[in-house]
Structures are given as structure tokens and as C-alpha cells.
């Protein structure tokens, strides 16, 4: 997946990822995501949650971030 950005964009979201996941666990949590955008409706995160979180493990790893985002 990593593959097909390119440099200049993995380095954005690889900055941007970092900004969200303030903890720095390489995980962004339903709680950090909500901290990072306070107006994102429930039903957003919910759409986020069911579309992106493949693993359904309630966190997304950079590689679902990315999934996401592109």
C-alpha cells in the first residue's frame, strides 16, 4: 500500500498520524481521533470504525490511517 504514495505524501501523513496518536502508542484510538477533531459526529466515527478499522480491534494502525485517508 505504502508503495503506490509517494514520499513527500507518506512523510504528511506519517506527520499527521503522529499528531493524532498523542500518546505514541503507533496507534490512534477512537478517543485520540475524537481529541483531534471535537466537531466529528458520532455517526463519522462510527462510518470510520465499520470502513477502516479492518481489524477490528478499536485503534487504527498507520497502515488503516492510511487506508482511510487515500
Given at each position: 500500500m ?5 514520499g513527500?505524501?507518506l ?6 498520524f503522529?499528531s493524532?496518536d498523542?500518546?505514541?502508542?503507533g496507534y490512534?484510538?477512537?478517543?485520540e ?7 466529528l ?6 462510518a ?11 485503534r487504527?494502525?498507520?497502515e ?7
Amino acid at each position: 500500500m505504502t508503495a503506490e504514495i509517494s514520499g513527500e505524501r507518506l512523510a504528511q501523513l506519517k506527520n499527521t498520524f503522529a499528531s493524532i496518536d498523542t500518546d505514541g502508542d503507533g496507534y490512534i484510538s477512537e478517543a485520540e481521533l475524537k481529541n483531534h477533531f471535537p466537531d466529528l459526529p458520532a455517526e463519522a466515527l462510527g462510518a470510520m470504525s465499520q470502513e477502516a478499522d479492518s481489524d477490528q480491534d478499536g485503534r487504527y494502525s498507520f497502515e488503516e490511517f492510511i487506508r482511510a485517508v487515500s
